[in-house]
């Protein structure tokens, strides 16, 4: 996995890249119904408004990956995301999740919490077996898609094409990136926000915060340079409150977490620990 960066360190991150998303961008409005039928776009439309209704996206950010954990599988997924409404309400803060793609409809049915996909193909509708469709993780009730997790990881040209088609729909996309460098370069490609991982701190009980704080400045700094509207987050090893403490103090906007609140004892608890900290 390691061999397969998205992004050489240095890559110049001003140049053809940008403009090339934003080509795709401006070239895919007037497109993005192409291909779908009457019946599809009414239904796109109908999630768009329950999308509406949801907890609207809005820094500060505890993001809960569930990754594929059997204590986040089912209908263990919906009372995890229920301890995420409770969370978010009880401090005013936005508690988002990521369930597994089986699980999306039935926990969006079952929560107010923006809800998100773990990773999408940037196809269109057609002969795509074993894809997952942008379309259908919104007709499910997702609000965003994560993109480029260590554990899913994309090659450049793909993670670029994901954050248009994600956009043609008005997804919210966050992208992850294992380097400051990596995290400029996508920076450049105008996602919605930027999650900073290292992998070598993903579940290790050791948040990135504490451990590596100088990545996490350099990250914000690199990526403030070239875009200044783009949700900046950190994950790796984030497990209590005092480390969410610290990455906002660092300069981010939240966090994105997974084992240290899917697989702990209380899992309400530990999601409060973490909202409560974000006040």
Do not use: W
């Not at 999308?51 to 500060?60: A, E, K, Q």
């Not at 997702?142 to 450049?156: K, Q, Y």
């Not at 704080?213 to 070239?226: D, G, H, L, Q, Y």
Request: net charge positive.
């Amino acid at each position: 996995m390691v061999g397969r960066l998205c992004f050489p360190e240095e890559v110049p991150v001003k140049g053809g890249l940008q403009s090339r998303a934003c080509y795709r961008y401006r070239s895919c409005i007037t497109k993005s119904s192409e291909g779908l039928s009457s019946c599809v776009l009414l239904r796109v439309v109908a999630r768009r408004i329950c999308r509406m209704s949801r907890t609207r996206i809005l820094p500060p950010l505890v993001l809960v990956n569930f990754k594929c954990y059997l204590e986040a599988t089912g209908d263990r997924a919906v009372q995890l995301a229920r301890y995420a409404d409770q969370a978010s309400a009880k401090f005013g803060v936005t508690v988002a999740i990521a369930p597994q793609t089986a699980d999306l409809r039935l926990v969006s049915q079952q929560t107010k919490a923006a809800v998100f996909a773990q990773h999408v193909d940037p196809i269109k509708p057609g002969s795509h077996t074993g894809h997952v469709l942008v379309e259908s993780v919104l007709e499910a009730g997702a609000s965003g898609i994560l993109v480029n997790h260590s554990e899913r990881r994309l090659e450049a040209s793909i993670i670029e094409d994901t954050i248009t088609r994600a956009k043609e729909l008005k997804l919210t996309t966050v992208v992850c990136a294992n380097t400051s460098g990596i995290a400029a370069a996508v920076a450049s490609l105008g996602p919605d926000m930027i999650a900073v991982e290292p992998p070598e701190l993903i579940g290790s009980g050791v948040a990135v915060s504490k451990a590596k704080p100088e990545i996490i400045t350099e990250t914000v700094s690199k990526i403030r340079r070239i875009n200044n509207d783009v949700t900046i987050l950190c994950g790796a090893g984030i497990t209590s409150g005092e480390d969410v403490k610290e990455a906002l103090r660092l300069g981010t906007q939240g966090v994105l977490v997974a084992s240290g609140v899917v697989r702990a004892k209380d899992q309400a608890a530990a999601i409060e620990d973490l909202a409560r900290a974000c006040r």
